[in-house]
Every structure is written in C-alpha cells, then in structure tokens.
C-alpha cells in the first residue's frame, strides 16, 4: 500500500492508530525499568556495572537495528514490519517476565529493543507520506504526544508496582496489552507492498553495527569505569573507523542503506544538529535528578517518579498544541523560545542545595519539559520537510540512529563530569576538614564527617554537570536562529535522469 497522500485523499487513521498504540507500549517500556534497578540488583545478586546493561544493552541493539529500517520499510509493507515487531516485542516481554537469572533477563530486554527499534521508524515514515507538508507539524504533534506521553507516566506508574510487587510485574503488565494490539494489528492491518528486488548490503550491516554499537559501548563504559578503560577507548576507536568506512560505502553503493547524501539538504542537515544538542542536554535532568532526589535527599522511588510526571505530562500536552503552531509560525520562533526557557531552567537547576524544596524542583522542571516540547518535534518535522519522499525512511532512521547516539553519548559525558567534579570536591573537603581537626577524632565522628562531604561533594558534581548543560543548550539556541521555513526540495535534473535511465534498463531486461 502506498501510502501518498495529497491533499484530497483521506489519511489512513486506523493505521495511524494501531501504530500509534504499538508505539506507546514500546516507549512506556523503554522508561519502566530505571527506577526497578536497584530491586533486581538484589533480586539476581548483580552489581551496577550488571545491571546498567538492561539499559546499555537496549540502546545498543536500537543503535544497531535502526539503521536498517529505511531498507526494511522500502522492502516490506506496513502489516509485515509491524506484526514481525510486535511478535519480537512479546517474546522479549514474556522471557523478560519470567526470567529468574540475570542473563535471560538481559536477552529478552535485547529482544524487545530489536522490536522497538522497527516500531518508531515505520511510524514516523507512514505520518510523513500520509500528510501533505502544511498539515505536518498537527500530525506530527499528535505523534509526540506519544513519544513524550509513555515515558511521562513510566517512571510513575514503576515506582508504584516495584513499592508493592515484584519487579517482574513491570513486564506481566505490559503483556496482555501488547499481546491485544498485535492481535488488532493482524486483523485489521490489509496492506500491501509489491514486490521489489532490493537486497541489503550485509557489508554495510556489518560496519554500521560496529559503527554505531561500538560508538554506543564506548561512550556507555567510558561513563562507568572511565575514559582511560581501554574497554572503552578501544571500543570507541573501532566504532569511528567503522562508522567512517561505513559512510564512504553508502556514498558509493546505488541503493544505500542509510542515504547520507540527505546532508546535502541545508534544514535537515541543521536539524539533526540541533537534535543531537538537545537529547544530550534532555538526559541531563532524566539521569541527575533521580541521583539527587534518591541518593541525597532519601525520596522513595514512587516520589520520585512521581515528581517528573507534572513536566512529562506538560511536554506530551504540548506536543499538539505545537505541531498546530509549526504549521502557522514555522519552527525558528518555536525552538528560539523554547530553548531559551531550556537553558534558563537549567542555570536555575544547577543551584540545587539540600534544602530545596520539593515543589520547587517540580516547578523548575515542568518549565525546562515545556520549553523542550517547543523544540524536539517541531524541529525535527522542519528537516524532514525538506526531503524529497523518497528519502523519508532514510531520514527518520538517520534521526533515530542519532537520537540513540547521542542519548548514550550525553548520558556518559554528563556522569564523567559528575564523577570528576565530585572526587574532586570530595579531597577539597577532606583536606579542609582535616585542618580543623585539633585532636584524634573517634570513628563516630570520622563516619560522620565522611557521610557529610559525600554528600557536599555530590551535590557540588550533579551542580556542575547541570551548568555543563546550560552551555550545552546554549549552543543549540544559537543554531536554532538559522532555522528557516523548509518545504520538500525539487529532484535536480541529474538525479531525475539518473532514476529514469535505472528504469530504462529494468524496462529492458525485462
């Protein structure tokens, strides 16, 4: 089923709908299970260096798969990706579920990232060909409203179940409900695809798995045991030559993979920049503030999702209520101000003390989502406007690929940062105590002045890595003011001669 649409033709709803729903249930998961770490921690006897593969793992098996699915959706049609999607993501979930040891934990987790990572592809490929370009941003509002509305109610609704069940609940919930939507799917998903004689270029898989996975590895294991671990400077060496070799292939192959040749389209090319900057900087509140609401001021788990829900709520709201604005306004006025009300919560964020108050960080933090749900899907929308259509797979996979990318690589820069600043902070304190100790203190009072600079000297690394942020922003607001209206750009008469001379010669071998 082609599915190009102009504007007399009605979009395909239910369609919209079923991969919409799907959708939601792979990214309420992608969130469910941070706050249920230190449970299975305990539960299967590992340590955090273990565990934090239940979420390295995931981001490295989309970083890998991602990449693919601008040959997949040109390949196959719509019901054929989405059902072999969701019958990976169940059998993930249901392994995960019952697993009792930590390592089928970890394969099921794989196995429903590898549904996952088809799921937001295929969405987004399907809104951009289903909507002409002036009614875009509305389409694509709506589909931020699931982006941002699964993830705002994961951390919430994981604190509840791991206080009162096991954490194996966090997967017999999401079950019955996946199972349900892959069920509508086969029934009411009709569409087809012809037949076509693409063949995926197993070389281009290979580099671009070590190109991205090893990008991902590196940068996740650079963040824990630091940037001098050969694990992980090797592992980022490797990722960068892949990734380069695997670049020049595409720009030789015919049919590429991944098309990068789409930089050569000014908005887009912008656009991908300024959403790199941006997820860096996103996932500095997601990773610092449960730090230092769970470590340093002792709130329960519940609490603590609890208190991002007002933010990602206002985020997934505002996602609409955007999309309509980018088809009156354009992106610039949007991102502009967003990432100004971004960069100022964040200075405010990196003023963070013992005493601040509950309320306060709520406040602070629904701002910076607000500002945020100007920028993300408004942005991204712009750059893909300026695509031809028949690049559309290759751009929403190239923006995906990238979002994995530099989620992972702002995650580790942001906890080098922290880690640093803290030991750093920790041996100015010790040393400062240590001249006002008079006589032998007792091990009472060492424990205790120990706790104290722990305490100081992390509070100080999670303040300095929030106005690392600041910066970090600022540089995405300064690149937003580039931004321009962007329509889809004409074939050149070169490419256009190019696709009728391959018809040509298929016409007459055939």
Not at 186 to 193: A, E, I
Request: charged share 15%.
């Amino acid at each position: 089923m082609e599915h190009s649409m102009n504007k007399s033709v009605r979009p395909p709803y239910g369609i919209i709908t079923i991969l919409m729903t799907g959708a939601f249930i792979a990214f309420l998961n992608s969130t469910l299970l941070n706050i249920a770490l230190p449970s299975i921690m305990k539960d299967l006897d590992v340590g955090p260096s273990t565990v934090q593969w239940l979420s390295t793992g995931y981001m490295l098996v989309n970083g890998i798969l991602i990449p693919t699915t601008a040959f997949l959706i040109q390949k196959h049609s719509v019901r054929h990706l989405f059902l072999t999607a969701l019958l990976l993501f169940n059998i993930g979930t249901f392994t995960a579920g019952f697993a009792h040891v930590f390592p089928l934990l970890l394969t099921g987790r794989m196995v429903q990232a590898s549904g996952s990572a088809i799921l937001m592809p295929l969405l987004m490929n399907v809104m951009l060909t289903s909507f002409p370009v002036e009614k875009r941003g509305t389409a694509m509002g709506f589909f931020g409203l699931v982006m941002m509305g699964a993830p705002a109610i994961g951390p919430t609704l994981s604190g509840w179940l791991i206080e009162h069940y096991d954490w194996r609940m966090l997967f017999h919930v999401v079950s019955p409900v996946s199972v349900t939507i892959l069920i509508v799917g086969f029934f009411l998903l009709k569409d087809k695809k012809g037949k076509t004689d693409s063949h995926i270029d197993l070389l281009s898989v290979l580099l671009s798995s070590l190109g991205f996975g090893g990008l991902l590895y590196g940068f996740s294991t650079s963040g824990t045991k630091g940037w001098d671990s050969p694990e992980a400077y090797l592992t980022l060496i490797v990722g960068v030559v892949s990734l380069v070799l695997f670049i020049v292939r595409q720009l030789k192959l015919d049919k590429p993979m991944l098309n990068f040749t789409i930089y050569r389209y000014p908005m887009f090319a912008l656009s991908s920049a300024i959403s790199i900057v941006v997820t860096m900087a996103m996932y500095s509140a997601m990773m610092l503030l449960p730090i230092y609401t769970q470590t340093l001021r002792g709130i329960k788990p519940f609490d603590a999702g609890l208190m991002l829900l007002p933010g990602a709520l206002l985020m997934a709201i505002m996602s609409p209520i955007t999309g309509k604005l980018f088809d009156k306004i354009g992106g610039r006025i949007l991102a502009v101000t967003g990432l100004i009300i971004m960069t100022v919560t964040t200075f405010f964020l990196s003023k963070l003390t013992m005493d601040t108050t509950y309320t306060h960080i709520i406040v602070l933090y629904s701002l910076r989502m607000f500002g945020m749900s100007m920028v993300m899907m408004p942005v991204s929308t712009n750059g893909l406007n300026q695509l031809p259509k028949r690049f559309y797979p290759h751009g929403t996979a190239m923006n995906n690929t990238l979002q994995q990318v530099s989620g992972a690589i702002g995650t580790a820069l942001l906890i080098t940062v922290m880690s640093n600043r803290t030991e750093s902070k920790a041996k100015e304190l010790a040393a400062e105590a240590m001249k006002h100790v008079t006589s032998k203190p007792s091990p009472e009072m060492l424990a205790q002045i120990k706790q104290e600079i722990t305490m100081k000297s992390m509070l100080e690394g999670i303040n300095f890595s929030f106005y690392v942020t600041v910066f970090v922003a600022a540089i995405a607001l300064v690149l937003a003011f580039f931004i321009k209206p962007a329509k889809p750009a004409e074939e050149s008469v070169e490419e256009n001669k190019s696709i009728n001379a391959n018809l040509g010669k298929k016409l007459a071998e055939n």
